[in-house]
């Protein structure tokens, strides 16, 4: 009497897995190459704009590569991930780091790569949890496996969550400064890394005397970092 039920549960989750993984890697190779219009936080963030009684603001406007100001990867990278260019999607050594301070009972903080953000904001939630990371590992392993460097970068910097209701570079740039986002200067682009950490509390067009003093910080490591995307050697 069991077997045909245990038969049928294996058969079911069989199919539930190859529908998971294939479909996965589906998205993460299409999104290699398509613009990625909509995320989960833009849709999360709306229903909680609308529930609270607000009316719903979604700014967001896709740009590639290079319609983006060179000093807004490196303002993100001075800011979010000094080792973006050569990790694998994984910082061990800040993972490390941030354990060991955790050990030590001093102020938590993350050690999220870029890669890893970016997963979370393209397929997943924004709540913390466990389950959720464990999803994280699994998409930022395919998109570092599927996608350039510079793709991952793209998506970031078009996807990444800026202020309240805007999405992306161009977005941030025409909201909060009046220009484009292959305009913004190198001071603009620091102050926008700067409130990355909470872009709903800090406003990168009036910044408060904590977040000049990261931008001064970002650009004081805007000149140590290595240069992103690396100048490509000429045969």
Same mark, same amino acid.
């Given at each position: 009497?069991? #077997?045909?039920?245990?038969k049928?549960?294996?058969?079911?989750?069989r199919?539930?897995?190859?529908?998971?993984?294939?479909?996965?890697? =589906?998205?993460?190779?299409?999104y &290699?190459f398509?613009?990625v219009?909509?995320?989960?936080?833009?849709v999360?963030?709306s229903?909680?704009?609308?529930m +609270?009684?607000?009316?719903?603001?979604w700014?967001?406007?896709?740009v590639?590569?290079d319609?983006?100001?060179?000093?807004?990867?490196?303002?993100?990278?001075?800011?979010e991930d000094? &080792?973006f260019?050569?990790?694998?999607?994984?910082?061990?050594?800040e993972?490390?780091k $941030?354990?060991k301070e955790?050990?030590?009972? &001093?102020r938590?903080?993350g050690? +999220?790569?870029i890669?890893q953000?970016t997963? #979370?904001?393209?397929? =997943?939630w924004p709540?913390?949890s466990?389950?959720?990371?464990?999803?994280?590992?699994?998409?930022?392993? =395919?998109? !570092?496996?599927?996608?350039?460097k510079?793709r991952i970068?793209?998506?970031?910097?078009? +996807?990444? !969550?800026m202020?309240k209701?805007?999405y992306?570079?161009?977005?941030?740039?025409?909201?909060?400064?009046?220009?484009t986002?292959?305009r913004?200067?190198?001071e603009?682009? $620091?102050?926008?890394?700067?409130?990355?950490?909470?872009p709903?509390r800090?406003? +990168?067009?009036?910044?408060?005397p904590?977040?000049? #003093?990261r931008?001064?910080?970002?650009l004081?490591l805007?000149?140590?970092?290595?240069?992103f995307?690396? =100048?490509? !050697?000429k045969?």
């Open positions: 009497m069991h #077997k045909p039920l245990i049928k549960a294996l058969r079911y989750a199919n539930l897995l190859i529908f998971f993984f294939s479909s996965t890697i =589906l998205a993460v190779w299409v &290699r398509v613009p219009y909509v995320t989960p936080l833009m999360i963030r229903v909680q704009q609308i +609270s009684g607000d009316k719903p603001t700014k967001h406007t896709w590639s590569f319609h983006i100001s060179p000093h807004l990867p490196m303002a993100v990278i001075a800011s000094n &080792r260019a050569m990790h694998n999607g994984f910082d061990f050594i993972i490390k $941030a354990m955790n050990e030590q009972g &001093r938590r903080r050690a +999220s790569t890669s953000q997963a #979370k904001n393209v397929f =997943l709540q913390s466990w389950i959720r990371k464990g999803f994280e590992t699994y998409f930022t392993f =395919l998109i !570092e496996l599927f996608w350039s510079e970068m793209t998506v970031y910097l078009n +996807s990444i !969550e202020g209701g805007i992306g570079a161009e977005a941030a740039a025409k909201y909060k400064f009046g220009t986002a292959l913004l200067n190198r603009q682009c $620091a102050l926008i890394a700067a409130t990355l950490p909470n709903l800090f406003d +990168s067009a009036r910044p408060s904590y977040i000049i #003093k931008k001064n910080q970002i004081r805007m000149n140590l970092v290595p240069r995307p690396p =100048l490509k !050697e045969n």
